[in-house]
């Protein structure tokens, strides 16, 4: 094929992270860790008749002392928690030189402000956009902005090139995607606002293939939403059940409460689930529009996981407008009491871009607006029943109690033939609870810079 450009265009592909994630500045483990899928699926885009060097970097688990290499453009995938940090990185590479895109969650929310700090932004969806704008950078005519919302056939999308990736840096590296989006409209949630609530479901014909490609048996699906649509659901569980896999992934409450997709989910050999249980009150759950969710099916719902060997990474957030100062111990006592295996706590964040954010804004209760303080581990506005300071404070006291070692007992008891495994993941937060609290404001705001 004949190429572009007979001098190869220098590519970097990066990941930044912030304080808290970044390797070696920060506190989350490799035991926690799964390869992300970005780096790797716009390894894939990059067209056959462009010739290019291309490197690509993971903050979470590579130093950016590590690059020998000047890059001629640099692409990175921005979150709202790691702007601050990308704008940074940006200024410094294209002060040497280099152009820089940016794509991402929160340069699709606030492009214009991305526009600021980026030669180029995207928007959106990259499956067409990212080979056009590398082919307009060779061209010399490459658009401040490029847009698009549309999803393209799932099927003309290439493999991630995972080969690209260090299998030493990551607990596994078959992460898949089988949906994109969430047709629900969680108050506290981005994603609706990303994709204006679009779910998009891909051939399950074209999972298979690529699970194929897997060296093992072991798959983490990383969808927001991975069981939604009940009729995809049961075509693609059933098609997962010939493959004898051992999965986990994301789900919510709903697929699990009907019996016949729970069948289905067992059969198809899952392990485990990511739960957003969100809270233990139901006052909680109704204010951010998920009364699909009943706290008082949790129990009996754990009890059922169980029962079939499926363990649970169960999600809580705290700083609802319901939420009272004993919500911290109210959530602490009833996670010990069902025995979620493996908690998670945040507090309620209004990303930018969201109506959540503009509600709270002009109501004068947003009190933050570094975006480096936006990872869900620290109070960016006014709680309607407590302090900032309280909130916070209940945030580390929960994380704290829960993963005291009598506490972890008691949830991953009954796991003989997993207990390793189990007691690893606990460990692994336990250290990360007991630091969280060291990260403040400062530390934050300087890891961006540093």
Avoid at 79 to 106: C, D, I, N
Avoid at 297 to 320: A, C, E, P, Q, W
Wanted: charge should be neutral.
């Amino acid at each position: 094929m004949k190429k572009i450009n007979s001098v190869p265009v220098k590519i970097l592909l990066l990941l930044p992270a912030d304080a808290i994630h970044r390797y070696k500045v920060g506190n989350f483990k490799k035991s926690l860790r799964y390869a992300p899928l970005t780096l790797t699926y716009l390894s894939a885009l990059i067209p056959d008749d462009i010739e290019y060097d291309l490197r690509i970097l993971d903050e979470g688990v590579e130093s950016l002392d590590s690059l020998d290499f000047s890059p001629d453009l640099v692409g990175m995938s921005v979150m709202t928690g790691t702007a601050p940090r990308a704008y940074f990185l940006s200024s410094l590479f294209r002060a040497g030189g280099a152009k820089v895109v940016l794509g991402g969650a929160h340069p699709t929310l606030l492009p214009e402000e991305a526009k600021e700090h980026a030669d180029s932004v995207v928007v959106g969806f990259a499956e067409r956009s990212f080979p056009q704008l590398l082919r307009d950078y060779l061209h010399g005519c490459m658009k401040p902005m490029y847009i698009d919302t549309e999803q393209i056939p799932y099927s003309m999308i290439p493999l991630p090139r995972r080969e690209l990736l260090n299998p030493k840096d990551y607990i596994t590296l078959n992460t898949i995607l089988a949906t994109r989006g969430c047709p629900n409209n969680c108050r506290f949630c981005a994603v609706p606002h990303i994709w204006k609530r679009h779910y998009f479901r891909r051939p399950v014909e074209d999972i298979v293939r690529e699970i194929n490609t897997f060296k093992t048996d072991k798959v983490v699906f990383i969808d927001v939403n991975l069981l939604e649509d009940d009729s995809y659901t049961r075509s693609f569980l059933r098609a997962l059940i010939s493959l004898k896999l051992k999965w986990i992934g994301l789900s919510n409450v709903k697929p699990l409460c009907n019996d016949e997709i729970f069948s289905l989910i067992v059969q198809s050999g899952c392990k485990g689930l990511l739960i957003g249980f969100e809270s233990v009150t139901e006052d909680a759950i109704s204010g951010i529009n998920k009364g699909f969710s009943k706290v008082s099916s949790y129990s009996d719902l754990m009890k059922k996981l169980h029962d079939h060997g499926i363990r649970v990474n169960g999600t809580f957030m705290f700083g609802t407008d319901s939420d009272t100062l004993d919500i911290f111990d109210k959530t602490v006592e009833f996670i010990d009491r069902i025995k979620i295996d493996l908690p998670r706590y945040s507090v309620f964040t209004p990303y930018p871009g969201t109506p959540v954010f503009n509600d709270l804004e002009k109501a004068g209760r947003i009190i933050e607006y570094n975006w480096a303080m936006y990872d869900v581990e620290h109070v960016v506005f006014k709680p309607k029943n407590m302090t900032p300071d309280q909130l916070q404070a209940g945030l580390y006291r929960a994380w704290k109690e829960t993963y005291r070692p009598l506490s972890i007992l008691k949830r991953i008891s009954g796991t003989a033939s997993i207990f390793p495994v189990i007691l690893s993941l606990n460990l692994g937060y336990k250290y990360y609870a007991g630091k969280l609290h060291e990260y403040t404001r400062d530390i934050m705001l300087e890891g961006g810079l540093s």
